[in-house]
């Protein structure tokens, strides 16, 4: 998991080479500076920054880290990893740092047993890179030593905005001045510097800077990367060379990494040096359909400094019997052994020892470092030095609602410039849901055309051929997309099914209605126009307005084979909805707020959905009006154990309600795995529903099985029964707290009652 994350943010690692600048008369670009302040405040951080911390020999430092990898869906993000880990780093310069480990915790499935299957130390699974090393990128601080020299025409390596040749590749800006508290209660007024690339790359930065005018050093960094790293793109060579990217299938790709916010926070020590106090990492890697966020949290507290001026004054520290650490240099093994042991002689309630080189070669690591850890290992999971869980806000962290703001003043940095043509075309196989089967269409093909326009504008097309109706379908869509928002005007001919977001268009009900002849969409066609407005696509979607006029015309039944139905003659896929031809003007809003982060705790959330619209039947001028409002409460709660070995209940209940008389396509449709399990999709349908649920799970690391209950009803709201609520039960089995879910369920009411035996994904448990 460790080589994972590594992975994930090895393009976050460069680092920067300290030459001299060129001459005063042509030192920097006569462009790169649209206000003559910013020319003066950069000039300033340009000559300091690489000289930061140089006079550091040698310090001590707590470092807390933690951090977490989810899986997003569209139901809620699941915390599949994370690890919070407190160490004491003794750094010195031009030898191997020393890391005490004081504490360290990992949660994530299957940890017992991969460790014994694999033959893994505790201390192998640690996600820690090492200490940050003074005067050497420290904004980029946390991702490592670095894989490389700052190359103004390299584009390997993220490149710093205050490193040598940074003015050909940036353009800056100064804005207001703005008042930084520290911990110690002390302010400091700093100016803020835009940062500008002047093409949108992965390796150039976006963001802001605040220095310090007197000294000009950086107090505080935030930015993201200009444009998502495509990895297929950037790194044809290393991609084939490690899996056969043809072969992957399209739901798998593109593999890409997205970082939403950087921030780095300093600390002045004793008036004269600005060291690391904080750090947040917030990105997103995706492959296809798979969307995994990774958050990563440091904060640094420095125990103690010692400056080259100072050993030198002092001739060297003393060690025990005279020697300095000039005069030895831990040129041996023993000599080392001998330092830690001194250490370890200072540590009071838990014993520690060395960790020799056949333990864990420092060589072998992405940083080499030295290890003192607990004689007995058992004491870390439990340490009171731990941080808690990256969701929760702690002393010394930043908080999540720093964490907004920073993200509000990324969204005020003008977007980088598209250079030359930037296209993208894929068919079928090549991306997600490019490739799909339907009882309407059967299999269909698609094809799908991106064009990066000027700034932060996109334009999308994509077109469909179903090969059992014969019909094509298009849409095309111009998007505006910001650090926070995304703007979509569009233009469609499209299949569309009943729920807007249910995923029945999707590869899983697709792969449903292929193999078992189970299709649990109802569709209809959709001509006209719409504009939507949801969150930035590297963010979990929390809410969606879109406003929209159309045309609504029926879909008919027309392929009729399914894998395992072969030499069933009397089995056909059930017929469609009967869509009314209608046309509608209308604006949706949904809502998706969820709360809790902690899965051994409570989580919640709620989905909210709420219509309104006038329609007409086509060439009818007489008009129709209708509101509609659903809400889902869902709820989750620990019972015992921890980890991924505990037991959980969870409920959910939803209920929707139309105002008006709507058209049938606009009734909810209940029935299947998404809404009432033991019965057929559409067994029950109306203008009004209820439905509720029950499960009881118990997981033993990635697997889980749970026993569950469900009811609902749907119909005229004035002709609500009690007597006519259907029941199913059921039991299933879950992989990654219901990433993917089997279910064996059975309706207890007629009509439709029967067994049933169904996949889906993204079930609450």
Not at 33 to 49: N, Q
Not at 367 to 383: M, N, Q, T
Not at 724 to 743: E, K, P, T
């Amino acid at each position: 998991m460790a080589l994972l994350l590594s992975g994930a943010v090895a393009f976050l690692v460069p680092a920067i080479a300290t030459s001299q600048p060129p001459p005063a008369q042509t030192r920097f670009a006569d462009d790169a500076f649209l206000d003559p302040v910013a020319r003066e405040l950069f000039t300033i951080a340009f000559d300091g920054w690489s000289e930061l911390g140089e006079n550091i020999e040698r310090y001590t430092a707590r470092i807390d880290q933690r951090m977490a990898v989810g899986l997003r869906t569209r139901g809620r993000d699941r915390a599949i990893y994370h690890n919070e880990t407190a160490v004491r780093a003794f750094w010195g310069r031009d030898r191997l740092p020393i890391v005490q480990l004081l504490g360290a915790r990992s949660r994530y499935p299957g940890r017992g047993i991969v460790m014994r299957a694999a033959n893994l130390g505790w201390l192998e699974e640690l996600p820690f890179d090492g200490p940050f090393a003074p005067g050497r990128d420290q904004l980029f601080v946390g991702s490592g030593e670095g894989a490389g020299y700052f190359i103004p025409a390299d584009d390997d390596y993220l490149t710093h905005p205050l490193g040598q040749g940074a003015d050909t590749l940036y353009r800056f800006r100064s804005r207001d001045t703005t008042t930084i508290s520290f911990p110690d209660g002390s302010r400091l007024a700093a100016v803020r510097l835009d940062v500008i690339p002047r093409a949108s790359a992965p390796y150039r930065i976006s963001g802001t800077l605040w220095i310090d005018p007197a000294s000009g050093a950086l107090v505080r960094g935030v930015y993201r990367v200009s444009r998502r790293l495509d990895m297929a793109r950037e790194f044809p060579e290393d991609i084939g060379k490690t899996i056969q990217y043809r072969l992957v299938p399209g739901f798998l790709k593109p593999l890409t990494v997205d970082v939403q916010v950087v921030a780095v926070d300093y600390s002045l020590l004793d008036f004269d040096m600005w060291l690391p106090r904080t750090v947040r990492f917030e990105g997103q890697v995706a492959a296809g359909v798979l969307k995994i966020p990774i958050s990563i949290d440091y904060a640094y507290r420095i125990e103690s400094v010692t400056r080259r001026d100072e050993t030198a004054a002092a001739g060297g520290e003393e060690r025990p019997g005279g020697e300095t650490l000039e005069e030895v240099r831990f040129e041996t093994k023993a000599d080392e052994v001998a330092f830690i042991a001194r250490l370890l002689s200072e540590e009071g309630e838990v014993s520690y020892r060395p960790i020799s080189d056949e333990e864990f070669d420092p060589e072998q690591q992405a940083i080499p470092l030295r290890w003192i850890a607990p004689v007995d290992p058992g004491v870390l999971e439990d340490s009171p030095h731990l941080p808690p869980p990256i969701w929760e806000n702690a002393p010394g962290f930043l908080s999540d609602s720093d964490v907004d703001e920073y993200m509000r003043l990324l969204a005020d940095i003008p977007a980088a410039p598209v250079r030359g043509v930037d296209l993208d075309f894929n068919l079928g196989w090549a991306r997600p849901n490019l490739l799909r089967y339907n009882r309407v269409e059967g299999p269909a093909v698609g094809g799908r055309f991106e064009w990066a326009m000027h700034g932060s504008y996109s334009l999308g097309t994509a077109v469909f051929f179903g090969f059992a109706d014969r019909r094509a379908k298009v849409r095309l869509d111009v998007e505006r997309s910001t650090v926070l928002r995304r703007l979509k005007l569009g233009a469609y001919h499209e299949l569309r099914a009943t729920d807007f977001e249910s995923g029945y268009l999707g590869i899983g009900n697709s792969l449903g209605a292929f193999l078992f002849g189970r299709d649990n969409g109802e569709y209809f066609f959709a001509t006209g126009t719409d504009l939507t407005w949801r969150p930035a696509a590297i963010a979990r979607q929390s809410f969606s307005l879109r406003a929209y006029a159309e045309r609504h015309g029926p879909a008919e039944s027309n392929a009729g084979f399914a894998l395992l139905r072969i030499g069933d003659e009397a089995w056909g896929f059930r017929p469609n909805l009967a869509a009314e031809e209608v046309e509608e003007v209308g604006c949706e809003l949904r809502l998706s707020p969820r709360w809790g982060r902690d899965s051994e705790r409570a989580v919640g959330g709620i989905d909210f959905f709420g219509r309104t619209a006038a329609w007409w039947q086509a060439g009818d001028e007489a008009r129709e009006s209708y509101g509609q409002a659903s809400a889902t409460l869902m709820a989750t709660l620990s019972l015992r154990g921890s980890g991924w070995r505990r037991s959980r209940i969870a409920v959910e209940a939803a209920g929707g309600h139309t105002w008006g008389r709507a058209p049938i396509q606009r009734s909810w449709f209940l029935g299947g795995p998404g809404s009432l399990r033991g019965y057929p999709a559409s067994e029950l349908a109306g203008l009004s529903f209820l439905t509720g649920r029950i499960e009881l799970a118990a997981t033993f690391e990635g697997l889980g099985g749970s026993l569950f209950g469900d009811a609902g009803w749907a119909g005229p709201a004035d002709d609500f029964n009690s007597g006519d609520i259907l029941f199913g039960i059921g039991a299933g089995v879950s992989i990654l707290d219901g990433v993917v879910r089997i279910d064996l369920s059975r309706g207890l009411e007629e009509p439709g009652r029967g067994i049933r035996i169904e996949a889906h994904v993204d079930a609450i448990l």
